[in-house]
């Protein structure tokens, strides 16, 4: 069974910290890598997708993939409190459709 | 810009009521559609998803089946809600071309409680 990991949480870190966001994911045949945030009630909002080993930057947002640990990471730097939401991982197999596979979620809670 | 449109907001119905669920996207041709649902405290789990007109497949037996009576519409339905029904209802849709999966895009969601 395809399995997508993260830490429930909450992470706390302080106004303009770097937060630091986790998964794993069982399937080695993934190949596409996605990040997620949903405010609590609403709908998730996609943030990241990243398709190579490496990082990829965007604003203040860095998603990180290393295939060879089946391990993606999201790192946001100054944090603000508008950060705080449940960020979600998923993956996909490149079957053509978007199966994806989600984690459940870590609640990021970004203090003032 | 591509739009997705998902209604109702919230819906309140009792146990052994049928639903329908409806999502239409706009702006883009030919995408795929997904039906998702996400029960407190779990992951998005994939119920339906569709390729073309007519064209459905199920990921998960339940009680719940969709249509797509349309390129751009997508119908969630069931003939007898069951509490285990309940939960946040999400329509998603991707492009269909390109070298990788593009990205899920969401509605806004429905959230069904059965009382």
């Known amino acids: 069974q395809k399995e997508v990991e993260q830490n429930s949480g909450p992470l706390s870190v302080p106004e303009g910290a770097i937060a630091s966001l986790n998964c794993t994911y069982s399937?080695?045949?993934?190949?596409?890598f996605f990040w997620y945030r949903q405010y609590s009630g609403k709908s998730p909002e996609l943030i990241m997708s990243?398709?190579?080993?490496g990082d990829k930057e965007d604003g203040r947002f860095t998603a990180q993939l290393n295939k060879a640990s089946q391990y993606v990471s999201l790192l946001i730097r100054d944090s603000q409190p508008s950060d705080s939401a449940t960020y979600l991982c998923?993956?996909?197999?490149?079957?053509?459709?978007?199966?994806?596979?989600f984690g459940t979620g870590t609640r990021l809670l970004v203090s003032p | 810009s591509q739009t997705i449109h998902q209604w109702p907001a919230t819906l309140v119905q009792p146990v052994g009521s049928p639903l329908s669920l409806e999502c239409t996207v706009e702006?883009?041709?030919?995408?795929?559609l997904y039906w998702y649902r996400q029960a407190a405290g779990r992951g998005l789990q994939l119920l339906f998803y569709?390729?073309?007109?007519?064209?459905i497949s199920s990921e998960v037996p339940q009680n719940l089946s969709a249509s797509r009576p349309q390129d751009r519409q997508f119908i969630l339905s069931s003939k007898k809600l069951l509490l285990s029904d309940s939960g946040f209802y999400l329509c998603?849709?991707?492009?269909?071309?390109?070298?990788?999966?593009?990205?899920?895009?969401f509605g806004n969601g429905t959230r069904l409680t059965v009382t």
């Open positions: 702006g883009t041709s030919n995408p795929n």
């Open positions: 569709s390729v073309g007109i007519g064209q």
């Open positions: 399937d080695r045949g993934s190949q596409s």
């Open positions: 998923a993956v996909n197999n490149d079957t053509g459709f978007q199966k994806l596979v």
């Open positions: 990243i398709y190579s080993n």
């Open positions: 998603a849709w991707s492009a269909r071309t390109g070298p990788r999966n593009s990205p899920l895009h």
